[in-house]
């Protein structure tokens, strides 16, 4: 074994050190590599604080409900429509969103699908939820060209987020500058706080997110919350451990089970070495991910038979999806993989981000390549 998963485990900053060097002479990266400094704050973390009451999340799932009901209604009575197909394709992306079930994707698809057979011009609601299906299943290429055909502030977003995801750092800013031109939404900052980050832009990315938080609306709690989760995040890599915590509680107060928020929230435990608490936050997610978490938690506590276990479990939910989607959760199965550990899986690691890095060539997938062929020795 030519570099330990504890060494890796151990050293995770020199690790990126030497993965981002290794990708400059894989040619994966320019050749000067830009950060600016880590951004300090003393601002009170009462700034951040929800400013509207809190809907039960029952009560939204409901009134989605009603809405679906009633288009799905209006369909019967008149087949052939194309703005109603539309509606509904957006609303079963809503109910996808809320649940997390993919059967929700599968009809906003087939919903969007035929609105555009039945409304083939002028019809950008189709357009955006045949992108945001596209997203959901990472095909990012294909979420671009979608949008791109159609117009307004969510076509521009998604665009934004495509670019991102395939690692279009220059592009992903320029076309964020547009959109927060065109809208200086929550929304809009988020995304552009996002491509600042990817460019090394901690100043700014930090004055979008506390834009972003600024601007909100009662009705975005959502995106409330996640504004939060992701500025937590971005506090937590700079070492404000505090900062991200009351972000992160913050944003559990808007959406109780988010679960990007609480997989950050049981990272941060986790790295703070709180093992317990990370446990009640991963068991809250029912996710993969969640899996990975507690199995880390489990070998760094030295219990390697109950590790194994959790990666198993995540192993056999990571394969189904891979099997059913490529294009979705390679990378997670390629962590998987490196962090258990096995000489075995090595070359099969390997094979997965070489897949992954020609759909997204993001800087967190070429850090998985690069832990990957460090692990067999290719430096």
């Known amino acids: 074994m030519s570099i330990s998963y504890s060494s890796i485990l151990k050293s995770k900053t020199a690790f990126k050190n030497r993965a981002l060097l290794g990708l400059t002479l894989l040619g994966l990266l320019p050749t000067i590599w830009v950060a600016s400094p880590i951004v300090k704050t003393k601002l009170m ?66 919903s969007a699908q035929k609105s555009l057979e039945n409304l083939p011009f002028n ?7 045949l992108a945001k299906v596209a997203e959901a299943k990472h095909d990012f290429a294909k979420a671009a060209r979608f949008a791109e055909k159609a ?32 809208s200086p939404s929550m929304g809009s900052l988020t995304l552009r706080a996002l ?58 107060k808007i959406e109780p089970n988010y679960p990007q928020t609480l997989l950050n929230f049981g990272e941060l435990r986790q790295q703070q070495g709180r093992y317990r608490a990370a446990e009640k936050l991963y ?19 030295g219990e390697e038979a109950a590790a194994r276990t959790q990666w198993a479990a995540a192993e056999t ?21 490196l962090e258990r550990g096995d000489e075995a899986d090595r070359d099969e690691a390997i094979a997965l981000m070489k897949a992954e890095v ?14 990957a062929l460090s692990a067999m020795g290719r430096r």
């Open 45 to 110: 973390p009462s700034i951040y604080s929800y400013p509207y009451d809190l809907s039960p999340s029952g009560r939204i799932r409901e009134s989605l409900t009603a809405e679906i009901t009633a288009a799905e209604n209006r369909i019967q009575q008149n087949p052939n429509d194309g703005l109603d197909r539309a509606f509904l394709a957006d609303a079963y992306l809503k109910m996808a969103r809320i649940t997390g079930t993919d059967q929700w994707y599968e009809r906003a698809e087939a």
């Open 123 to 129: 019809n950008d609601g189709a357009l955006l939820a």
């Open 151 to 182: 117009s307004g502030g969510e076509a521009m977003a998604l665009v934004v987020k495509s670019k991102l995801a395939t690692g279009q750092v220059a592009e992903a800013n320029a076309a964020a500058a547009e959109l927060v031109a065109f």
């Open 195 to 252: 491509a600042r980050q990817a460019q090394g832009d901690r100043a700014g990315a930090l004055s979008d997110f506390q834009r972003a938080i600024a601007v909100e609306q009662p009705s975005e709690a959502r995106g409330s919350a996640l504004a939060r989760t992701l500025l937590g995040k971005f506090y937590a890599e700079q070492g404000q451990d505090k900062l991200a915590e009351s972000l992160y509680r913050e944003a559990l």
């Open 283 to 301: 068991e809250q997610v029912d996710d993969p991910l969640a899996l990975l978490g507690l199995a880390k938690i489990k070998r760094l506590r």
């Open 317 to 337: 939910i990571l394969r189904e999806k891979v099997a059913v989607n490529p294009l979705d959760h390679r990378r997670e199965l390629a962590v998987l993989l």
């Open 358 to 371: 020609k759909n997204r060539r993001n800087a967190e997938t070429l850090e998985t390549l690069a832990w």
